[in-house]
């Protein structure tokens, strides 16, 4: 698989990564060991970047991501493993991104991921005015020199935010929503981060499965799926579920992407290629429930980049379908 410099860190990490949301919660059930076989079917397609979170499942999916790398040889594996900290803060408040609270949850992650030293960890969305304290900063720095974390970053959720990140001296990647349905990051994040030489790490990339062409009005999700019980953001931010697109909206956009899609790929294939096209783009983190989608996700990289042609028929979905509810929220 192409790799690329994942911004600051001095690693190199394959174009299309694995995200782990989905092997530890919120997503409906995935059993372990089914969750071990996508881990698996994901390295072996030549993913070697996994990214999780202290909370996921409340611990399970970095246990699992652990479990994964140890048996690959662990450090020597040549798989890098960011994890996120700060939800677990309760209440989720500015005042509780402390230098003793990030100590206890990297304490924490370090054991479930069995490693002394995490090789990226981020601030997982947290309010917006963590990020223009200082503090925040020399806390990050403290675990640093400490030997606790190689590398920091923060996940965002807006734009805004975002470009307040990229203009530390010390970020190495930020995270944010990207995809053919949130197309504002294109605009100054992704030039701000080349210029800065941060890494982009895009999430939510098919838009909570929209993006693959599979669903429509009909289509149903358990009720432990954030598909079901965040539609409107009732549990967190509601752009972090079909990229904040009204359900009925995204499948009708969807079915025009699907309409593009190639001989020979898929549609997710295609939406992820389309994020992977993007200058300043590191690395694109779908996920997956089965072995199947991981092999399928990773196959994206193998894609020609696409046409002129169907980066503006992209482009035309977006500005006819989609950019009226989400392109001035975030």
């Known amino acids: 698989m192409q790799t690329r ?20 919660a919120d997503w409906g059930e995935v059993g372990e060991d089914t969750a071990l076989e996508v881990l698996s079917a994901a390295v072996d397609s030549g993913v070697t970047f996994l990214d999780t979170a202290d909370v996921y499942g409340d611990g399970r999916s970095e246990r699992l991501v652990g479990k994964l790398v140890a048996s690959r040889g662990g450090a020597a594996s040549g798989l890098t493993v960011a994890t996120k900290m700060g939800r677990r803060a309760d209440p989720h408040v500015a005042d509780a991104y402390t230098l003793d609270a990030f100590r206890a949850w990297n304490d924490r992650s370090r054991e479930n991921l069995g490693v ?7 601030l997982h969305c947290p309010p917006t005015e963590v990020y223009s304290r200082e503090s925040t900063w020399d806390a990050l720095d403290t675990l640093v020199d400490e030997g606790r974390v190689a590398a920091y970053g923060v996940s965002v959720e807006t734009v805004d935010e975002a470009l307040t990140a990229i203009a530390r001296p010390h970020v ?52 432990n799926d954030h598909r079901s019980f965040n539609r409107h953001g009732e549990a967190f931010d509601v752009g972090e579920t079909f990229s904040g697109v009204p359900y009925e909206v995204g499948v009708e956009a969807a079915r025009e992407v699907a309409a593009l899609t190639p001989a020979g790929a898929t549609t997710a294939q295609l939406a992820l290629r389309w994020i992977i096209d ?24 193998d894609l020609a980049p696409l046409t002129p042609e169907l980066q503006e028929r992209f482009a035309a979905i977006y500005d006819e379908r989609i950019r009226a509810h989400v392109h001035d929220r975030w």
């Not at 600051?8 to 299309?16: C, F, W």
């Not at 002394?116 to 981020?122: G, K, R, S």
């Not at 779908?286 to 092999?295: E, F, K, V």
Request: net charge positive; aromatic share 4%; charged share 15%.
């Open 172 to 223: 190495a990647t930020v995270q944010i929503i990207l995809n053919a349905f949130r197309r504002k990051p294109l605009e100054q994040v992704l030039p701000a981060a080349v210029e800065a030489g941060v890494g982009i790490i895009a999430r939510v990339p098919l838009a909570s499965g929209l993006l693959s062409g599979k669903y429509d009005a009909t289509t149903t999700f358990a009720e």
């Open 5 to 24: 410099a994942l911004g600051r860190t001095g690693r190199q990490v394959g174009v299309v990564g694995l995200g782990c949301w989905q092997l530890g």
């Open 278 to 301: 993007q200058p300043g783009v590191s690395v694109v983190i779908p996920g997956a429930r089965n072995p199947q989608q991981a092999r399928g996700n990773a196959g994206a990289a």
């Open 116 to 122: 002394d030293t995490l090789d990226l960890v981020q």
